[in-house]
């Protein structure tokens, strides 16, 4: 579904931030992103989404080169991409199904987007994600009244309603305590396989990366240094990463 070949990056005056990274990601792999602090992970992560130019490379999404792909074409797949930040980007006073629903807004027809209404069966998918989070109970509770991990539960749940193929989750359990953090990763687990999407997440656990990825890569000095199927790491492969 993607692969990328060779991609380099350097920021003046001359420092190397990503070496010849190449990788082929598949559909419903969910792929666990570690590294010490300036490994490179951030800046992966952004040129990976389109949001910044790499000096080098090729990347294949779909069997399509979109190494040179122009401003329209870049957002014509950020339809398709979604991310999952650290605090999620959610209404605090809105419901956890208005939340949800919010992602529809621009795939509405046009009267239903100038009157903000939604249709039953629009709500009923809602509704349907919330539940396979464990949110079926809170759907109608304010956002701001959600635990910190119950807020990112929701914030997947607007990805996945959009149809996002692609989501890439930039550190998203951060500050979450260890339960929340853990049913956080096995709902986009879970998620990931059974809607075949691919799921790239930063993480600091490395003890969440081993128990729910399906590949680690650990990233070192702008290299891949660790291209693994979901395992505990060895000490040696500690060693290459830290």
Not at 127 to 146: C, F, N, S, T, Y
Not at 197 to 208: A, C, D, K, P, T
Request: aromatic share 8%.
């Amino acid at each position: 579904m993607i692969i990328v070949r060779n991609l380099s990056k350097t920021y003046p005056p001359g420092h190397q931030v990503l070496q010849r990274v190449s990788f082929q990601a598949d559909e419903g792999e969910l792929i666990a992103l570690v590294g010490a602090s300036g490994s490179g992970k951030s800046t992966f992560f952004r040129c990976l989404m389109l949001k910044e130019k790499w000096d080098e490379g090729q990347y294949i999404y779909e069997g399509k080169d979109i190494t040179q792909a122009s401003l329209l074409e870049k957002l014509k797949l950020r339809n398709e991409w979604m991310l999952l930040e650290e605090k999620p980007t959610l209404n605090p006073r809105k419901s956890a199904v208005k939340n949800v629903l919010s992602a529809l807004l621009f795939k509405k027809s046009w009267w239903r987007f100038l009157t903000n209404t939604v249709s039953e069966d629009d709500h009923m998918e809602a509704m349907d994600w919330l539940d396979r989070v464990g949110l079926l109970d809170k759907a109608h509770e304010p956002v701001e009244k959600l635990s910190g991990g119950e807020q990112q539960r929701v914030a997947v749940c607007r990805a996945l309603i959009k149809g996002a193929k692609v989501i890439f989750a930039d550190e998203p359990v951060s500050g979450l305590d260890p339960d929340s953090a853990a049913k956080v990763i096995e709902d986009l687990k879970t998620l990931c396989v059974k809607n075949k999407v691919v799921v790239f997440v930063i993480l600091h656990q490395l003890e969440l990366a081993e128990k729910y990825a399906s590949r680690i890569w650990g990233l070192s000095g702008g290299k891949l240094v660790v291209d693994i199927a979901g395992r505990r790491l060895t000490q040696r492969e500690k060693d290459l990463i830290f």
